[in-house]
C-alpha cells in the first residue's frame, strides 16, 4: 500500500498531458500490485495464491519499468527512493511466495 502511495504522490506533478499517459500506467500498475496480492489471498487454494503472487510481480516489474521511462522522460528527478520502494516490496512479495511454495510442499 505504501508503494500506491508514493506512486501517487510522485505522479501528481507529472505533466497535464501525461494523466492518460504515463501516470495512468503507473498508478494502474501499483494498484494491480497490491490487488493481485489481495485477490489470491482471498482464493481457496495455495496454487491460486502463488499464481496471483506472480501476477502481482509482473505488475512490479512493469512499473519498475515505467518509474525509469518516467525519469528518463524528466518527469521525476529522484527515483532511489522508489526504487528502494520497489526493490523491498518485491522482497516481501517473494518471500512471501516462498512461504507458501514452502507450506504447499509440506502439506503434500
Do not use: C
Not at 4 to 20: D, G, L, N
Not at 23 to 47: C, H, M, Y
Not at 76 to 81: A, G
Not at 85 to 91: A, N, Q
Amino acid at each position: 500500500m505504501e508503494l500506491v502511495e508514493h506512486t501517487y504522490k510522485i505522479t501528481s506533478s507529472f505533466p497535464a498531458s501525461e494523466m492518460y499517459g504515463l501516470t495512468n500506467q503507473l498508478r494502474r500498475a501499483s494498484v494491480s500490485v497490491v490487488s493481485n496480492i489481495a485477490e489470491g489471498s482471498g482464493r481457496k487454494f495455495d496454487k491460486e495464491l502463488l499464481y496471483f503472487l506472480n501476477v502481482s510481480l509482473g505488475s512490479l516489474a512493469e512499473l519498475e519499468t515505467q518509474i525509469e521511462i518516467a525519469y528518463r522522460l524528466s518527469f521525476i528527478s529522484d527515483v532511489e527512493d522508489t526504487f528502494q520502494l520497489v526493490t523491498e516490496t518485491r522482497k516481501l512479495i517473494i518471500g512471501f511466495r516462498n512461504y507458501i511454495n514452502k507450506r504447499q510442499n509440506t502439506d503434500d
